[in-house]
């Protein structure tokens, strides 16, 4: 099998740039991946420690707008209010823009496309105003630090994020024998949404061999994981359910209800040969087709069992098998990926970003990923976005990608490229003759940029 | 191949004939609908109030439940009857409940308890499910699935809001009005041999310029600086009144060969001063249904039924920010030629503390899948097995209410 750099970029990393040379070989790919996060440090979004700050000043203003409820201070008090309300929404754009420069800027794009497949995997969302924009920084301090490590980091870091815990109705699920709900009688909940979807979702698959009864128990040695706004993360044994708790045949706990209770059974369901099958196949799936090849899956998961979930390990062996490098474009990229590698083909300077209001900059960039049915950060639940092409190419989601690549990329440059040149700098050698053709045949360079960035060689990688 | 600007131009000239005989593409007049009757689904997102909307003011607890939220007739709020009065968000419609076509069903609810969440809320309401994951997609496509006869126009979703309710095996329309796609002759050429030799992209590409040329909002159309600004302008989901666009859009299809229409109309969430926004939402609802009306026609009209179900009530006591939370027992707005109106339908509960759900939400007396699926029945003639057991599964649709005339 001959490497193929172009190849490599569109279909493992962000795509193809005018400005950026794509990688020499799968080595170097995976070389990049395991050194410095570049992109993270240029453009910076902060961690989700620093951005929970926000949210207890959003409580704080919100309780001080109560207060003054029928009092002369209240219209101060709400224009506080709104004001840092507004502000933080402005935050959140400017991260998004962040965000999409990490894609047309970085030269290790196979990282940017794992922090997406990993954020989507672990999806949570804030349910709430005060939380609601910190899906991006909990992807910076869950997703970012370990997606070279083992998948068990990855999942204990997600499971034990406050978002999630949040996100999965986890925080206040106490054990119905446990101290807090004999003392409350209303807080006698045992809530399953979390355990569910770590056995669903995150770790074995659905068709995973676990049953409602492993449920129940997981959730039940969940109890106790919890957060406040202040502190972050809290394990609180008060919640937790006394006794021991079996799942998938093995016995957690019976003692003193503790935290590594919980993380040896996380780290258990993350070494399981179902969870190594689930994990190679959603990979395969995300970076070659919707049905992958089965010989691919299968090299994939014995290389996850070989080194116990060793993530490294598992994209090497994704980048070394032949089926990964079929020429013929498949995948088509959902939103966001689509916005950025137009982006990145466009070579959009950082400073243009930078210079964007707020206000532009959610017009131009994130808020027509919607019509395209991508809300972005908000997907319906937390299976997270769909895989399949045919959720994306609808007839109102395709229309509204045309309507970007014929309106946005002239508010985003200067000076458009020549359409000619631009195909090349697009899509190097996956530039086909209609493409070639359709680039010489426009009658403007709007629209010749337009209807280059509108192919389906662009569309697919 | 070896393309040139003249082999363009025959290839495209062979493609407008192929695209007027594509299956997908067959111009609504040709189609045959299965019944004639017309029915419009609207999801009310966000939990609205029925107390505040249909307010019972012939109740002796109500007036002290609420104050800031105060209503009945001195509060300038339509007696209905003598027992309930119409906020006045919805006095537009006051002309239609005198002409018997608006009314309401009060104190009702789907089988949904207890966790108060929009989100698994609205997922019930649009599944038709007694709990989650019992059935696949939502009720009015397990309806389209027992009718034959039903073809991808019969059914449309409309708007930028995913509708639950219209997925799954039978094939539905969606499209959201100023999606449209209007691009100059020579680009929409292009633009179509790119997508040729990649059958899900043409597809799209050519439903897409299909129901934007159908789409009345979109003019004549066509090139020029003044189509690349308003791409511009549609790069975003469209803001302000959107409703309305919707609605008339539901109109011109339903016109047509459409049977079923299905919406959002959203923010009903009002935890916090629901005197602003109650009135704003309602005024929506108002014009919404106003829109269809005069889009119809008053022969189409008097066959439509209008439906506006939301994912659950809210509590009975005003909150401490004149406002109320997430309840359980809910009202259901109906209107068009087709209903039985000018009545409130459904066994009220009563406000005193004993009466309600919980000690905090009026208790719903019926299940609102019951008020559904007879005006599907009524409607479509969907048997009642079917009802119960495909669109509605375990459901019991009870005695017939007689909403329809």
């Known amino acids: 099998m001959r490497f193929d750099s172009e190849l490599a970029e569109i279909r ?85 823009g962040q965000h999409l420069l990490r894609h047309v800027h970085t030269r290790d794009g196979f990282r940017e496309r794992l922090v997406l497949f990993w954020a989507d995997h672990f999806t949570a969302q804030g349910k709430n105003a005060a939380l609601r924009v910190m899906a991006a920084p909990y992807a910076e301090t869950v997703v970012r630090p370990h997606l070279a ?32 709900a004999k003392r409350r009688k209303r807080l006698a909940g045992l809530n399953e949404n979390l355990a569910r979807e770590v056995l669903e979702l995150h770790t074995l698959g659905v068709d995973g061999p676990y049953s409602q009864t492993d449920v129940r128990q997981l959730a039940e040695l969940f109890t106790g994981l919890s957060f406040n706004a202040k502190d972050g993360f809290m394990f609180r044994p008060g919640m937790a359910e006394p006794g021991a708790e079996t799942v998938l045949e093995k016995a957690y706990g019976g003692g003193k209800p503790e935290l590594g209770q919980v993380l040896s059974a996380l780290r258990d369901l993350a070494r399981h040969p179902a969870t190594a099958r689930h994990i190679a196949r959603k990979l395969a799936v995300y970076f070659t087709a919707d049905v992958p090849d089965p010989e691919l899956v299968d090299h994939m998961a014995a290389r996850y069992q070989a080194s116990d979930g060793g993530l490294m390990q598992v994209y090497a062996a994704l980048l070394e098998h032949p089926a990964a490098w079929v020429p013929e474009l498949r995948n088509v990229k959902p939103p966001f990926d689509f916005l950025a590698s137009a982006c990145r083909a466009l070579a959009v300077p950082q400073a243009r970003v930078a210079r964007l209001k707020p206000g532009k900059l959610n017009r131009l960039l994130l808020a027509p990923l919607t019509p395209m049915g991508q809300r972005w950060e908000f997907s319906s639940g937390p299976d997270g976005w769909s895989e399949a092409d045919t959720a994306w190419i609808t007839p109102q989601a395709l229309a509204a990608r045309l309507r970007w690549t014929m309106a946005a990329p002239r508010q985003l440059l200067q000076d458009l490229p020549d359409p000619r040149e631009f195909a090349e700098a697009a899509l190097g050698t996956y530039a086909n003759e209609r493409v070639r053709f359709a680039a010489r045949a426009a009658e403007t360079r709007t629209e010749g940029v337009g209807l280059i960035l509108s192919s389906p060689a662009f569309q697919r990688r | 191949m070896n393309l040139t600007r003249r082999s363009l131009l025959t290839r495209s000239a062979a493609l407008g004939c192929s695209l007027a005989a594509s299956p997908l593409l067959t111009p609504v007049t040709l ?15 966000g939990g609205m ?17 609420r104050q800031s939220l105060a209503g009945g007739p001195d509060a300038g709020s339509a007696d209905l009857d003598g027992f309930y009065a119409l906020h006045p968000g919805l006095a537009p419609l006051l002309p239609l409940w005198r002409a018997g076509q608006l009314g309401f069903v009060q104190a009702v609810s789907t089988p949904y308890r207890d966790r108060r969440s929009h ?67 020579q680009a929409e050429r292009l633009a179509g041999l790119l997508m040729e030799e990649d059958p899900l992209f043409h597809a799209a590409l050519n439903e897409a310029l299909e129901l934007t040329r159908q789409d009345l909002s979109f003019g004549a159309g066509g090139g020029g600086s003044d189509a690349d600004d308003m791409m ?79 994912e659950f009530g809210r509590t009975v006591r005003e909150n401490g920010t004149g406002g109320t939370d997430h309840g359980t027992g809910g009202a259901m707005l109906l209107a068009g030629g087709a209903i039985r109106g000018g009545r409130v339908l459904g066994r009220w509960p009563g406000l005193a503390e004993a009466d309600l759900y919980d000690r905090r939400d009026l208790m719903p007396t019926a299940d609102v899948r019951s008020s559904l699926a007879w005006l599907l029945h009524g409607l479509t003639g969907a048997g009642r097995s079917g009802l119960e057991t495909d669109v509605f599964p375990g459901l019991d649709m009870g005695s017939n209410p007689g909403m329809l005339l």
């Open chain 2, 119 to 185: 989100f698994d809320g609205q997922d019930l309401l649009e599944a038709g499910t007694a709990g989650p994951g019992q059935a696949e997609g939502g009720w009015l496509n397990r309806l389209l699935q027992l009718i034959p006869g039903v073809e991808a126009r019969t059914a449309f979703a409309i708007g930028q809001e995913r509708m639950l309710l219209m997925e799954g095996g039978a094939p539905v329309s969606q499209w959201a009005p100023g999606a449209g796609l209007m691009l100059s002759p």
């Open chain 2, 232 to 310: 511009m302008s549609m790069m975003t989901a469209p803001k302000g009144k959107a409703h309305t666009e919707v609605a008339a859009y539901a109109a011109q299809q339903l016109r047509g060969d459409s049977r079923i229409a299905a919406f959002s109309i959203n923010g009903w969430d009002t935890h916090h001063r629901q005197a602003n926004g109650l009135k704003n939402a309602l005024g929506r609802l108002s014009e919404s249904v106003l829109t269809l009306q005069s889009g119809l026609g008053p022969e189409v009209w008097g066959k439509t039924a209008v439906a506006a179900v939301t």
């Open chain 1, 149 to 180: 490590g083992r998948f068990e980091d990855l999942l204990i870091a997600a499971v034990t994020s406050p978002l999630m815990l949040h996100y999965l109705d986890q925080r206040n699920s106490a054990g119905p024998a446990s101290w807090a």
């Open chain 1, 12 to 96: 493992f990393g962000a795509g193809l740039s005018p400005l950026l040379q794509p990688p020499e070989s799968a080595g170097d790919m995976l070389e990049r991946l395991k050194g410095e996060d570049e992109a993270a440090r240029v453009f910076p979004v902060p961690r989700f420690d620093e951005a929970i700050a926000g949210a207890r000043t959003f409580w704080q203003l919100k309780k001080e707008r109560s207060q003054q409820e029928g009092k002369p201070g209240y219209k101060a008090a709400d224009k506080a209010f709104t004001d840092f309300r507004r502000a933080r929404n402005h935050a959140r754009i400017g991260w998004h």
């Open chain 2, 31 to 45: 189609a045959a609908a299965p019944w004639d009757t017309r029915l419009v689904v609207i999801i009310l997102r």
């Open chain 2, 49 to 65: 109030d029925a107390l505040d909307v249909v307010q019972p003011y012939g109740d002796p607890d109500y007036a002290g439940l």
